[in-house]
């Protein structure tokens, strides 16, 4: 997921991990999920407006479109999924 250009809609599947701050969640691609046993240290943080994401339970597979943004010096964590910089992706669709 580091390697998505930020700004270009995608769409990929993802194991969804922990869901935090009312509208956040961690994502995994398939094999790092496995991989990694689900340690959100490896995961990409996403905020979604989406209520299906709180539908769906931990270690799910789905099926997200959305974009990749850049935080900088966010003065609200809990809005940008705890991301003061960095990369974050918003999930503007989300399937199983």
């Given at each position: 997921?580091?390697?998505?250009?930020?700004?270009?809609?995608?769409?990929?599947?993802?194991?969804?991990?922990?869901?935090?701050?009312?509208?956040?969640?961690?994502?995994?691609?398939?094999?790092?999920?496995?991989?990694?046993?689900?340690?959100?240290?490896?995961?990409?943080?996403?905020?979604?407006?989406?209520?299906?994401?709180?539908e769906?339970?931990?270690?799910?597979?789905?099926?997200?479109t959305?974009?990749?943004?850049?935080?900088?010096?966010?003065?609200?964590?809990?809005?940008?999924?705890?991301?003061?910089?960095?990369?974050?992706?918003?999930?503007?669709?989300?399937?199983?």
């Amino acid at each position: 997921m580091s390697k998505l250009a930020r700004g270009v809609e995608v769409n990929f599947d993802a194991i969804l991990g922990q869901r935090f701050n009312n509208n956040c969640v961690y994502l995994f691609l398939p094999d790092e999920f496995d991989h990694y046993h689900g340690d959100e240290k490896w995961a990409f943080p996403a905020s979604t407006a989406e209520a299906d994401a709180f539908e769906i339970a931990y270690g799910e597979r789905v099926t997200v479109t959305g974009f990749k943004t850049f935080i900088r010096d966010s003065q609200d964590t809990v809005a940008t999924c705890d991301v003061e910089t960095g990369e974050l992706f918003e999930i503007h669709n989300i399937r199983k």
